[in-house]
Nanobody, 115 residues
Framework: QVQLVESGGGLVQPGGSLRLSCAASGFTFSSYAMSWYRQAPGKEREWVATILGDGGITMFADAVKGRFTISRDNAKNTVFLQMNSLKPDDTAVYYC????????WGQGTQVTVSS
């Protein structure tokens, strides 16, 4: 069965960095685009970034462009989200997303940016 397992969240000060990981299984990882979404308290879930299957094309929401990068290791079935210059507004639960024959979500990992 398809599984997406995020890790790497935590508490970081403004201006700091975190690297999230999403380990995928149950499908041909390299054939599918992978995305990250986030949901802040009291807000709707929003798209953050996407990387295509071969890693050649990446896309970012305006709110994170220039600060976040997305990458993948197809040999390890893992997608990463490198988050730099973090702001308090980046505080949210971050979710890994894949659309295979339907949409799949990971369980989420909490990122808190606070001094």
């Amino acid at each position: 069965q398809v599984q997406l397992v995020e890790s790497g969240g935590g508490l970081v000060q403004p201006g700091g960095s975190l690297r999230l990981s999403c380990a995928a299984s149950g499908f041909t990882f390299s054939s599918y685009a992978m995305s990250w979404y986030r949901q802040a308290p009291g807000k709707e879930r929003e798209w953050v970034a996407t990387i295509l299957g071969d890693g050649g094309i990446t896309m970012f929401a305006d709110a994170v462009k220039g600060r976040f990068t997305i990458s993948r290791d197809n040999a390890k079935n893992t997608v990463f989200l490198q988050m730099n210059s973090l702001k308090p507004d980046d505080t949210a639960v971050y979710y890994c997303y894949a659309k295979i024959w339907r949409v799949f979500w990971g369980q989420g990992t909490q990122v808190t940016v606070s001094s």
